[in-house]
């Protein structure tokens, strides 16, 4: 079945903070155009590791009217999410993202209580319906959104919601993987590095750059292999994936939230990007920053072979 979202690799621009809490955007400009120039056709910014959960609405026009600026004379599609315990303040931003000329949305479930199967389809049509001439890209979170969908939720939904063109799936579930890769819908799936792999094996999906986009030519050697369903390579790629979490694992122990890792990522590539994350949450010290790329080069020095 003919998808509605072509296959694609997606990554991640991230929010640089200065000390006092305010958009670094130069340094914004250069992460996203680190991506541009990686090759990726197909950006978002305020998930999870973009902090989407802690802009206001000041902040959120200021950050998407950069990111639209920026991508406007590129072949890339700018994707914005919008995250909210108000499904009327995500209408809100996401009209504001309209009015600068984003088409492609990523959004994710209310979480303040986790959704009945009723009221995820009342969510869909009230926020996708206003926006008929828009591609929406859902972020099935379930350990955050209290409500995980599976691929018979998104069969049914398909038939709902005609904008509804792709979600990025971050369930590494095998089971989970190969229901929505082989299900009969003309959603488009976004796996993490970890299901991709598998998932090419029984259909067509996608790949969200994340750990991995450490070394960007490591992560379109995985995204190729999928493609061509080279068992061998996808095998050893995976091989590096998991040794480089062993890693961060190992040197950067403290709990935090998904963006202090992105953060991390980043800086292996763009030295000067700040760590900090918007209050009230918490980063690596400096030290574990330090441990942590000094360990990547020693156990994989692959990664640190070419620069972007």
Known sequence: MEKRYPRMALGAALIPWREDFTLDEPLFRKGVRALVNGGLKYIYTFGTAGEGYGVDDEMFTEITTV?????????????????????????????????LGIRDFQISFPSWGALTDEEVLVFFHDVCDCFPDCHFMHYNNGGRSKKLLKANDYIKLADEIPNLAAVKFMNDSLEDIINVIRADTPIQFVLSEYGYGLGCLYGECSMLFSSIATHLPTAWKLYEAGINKDINTITELEKEVTLSQEILFKTCGTPVINAAYDKLYVKSFIPEFPMRLYPPYQTFSDEQVTNYMNEMKVRLPQWFKQAL
Do not use: C, H, W
């Open 67 to 99: 990111f639209a600026d920026e991508l406007k004379n590129t072949d890339v599609t700018p994707i914005t999410g919008v995250i909210s315990l108000s499904q009327a303040e995500m209408i809100n931003r996401l009209n504001i993202a309209y009015e």
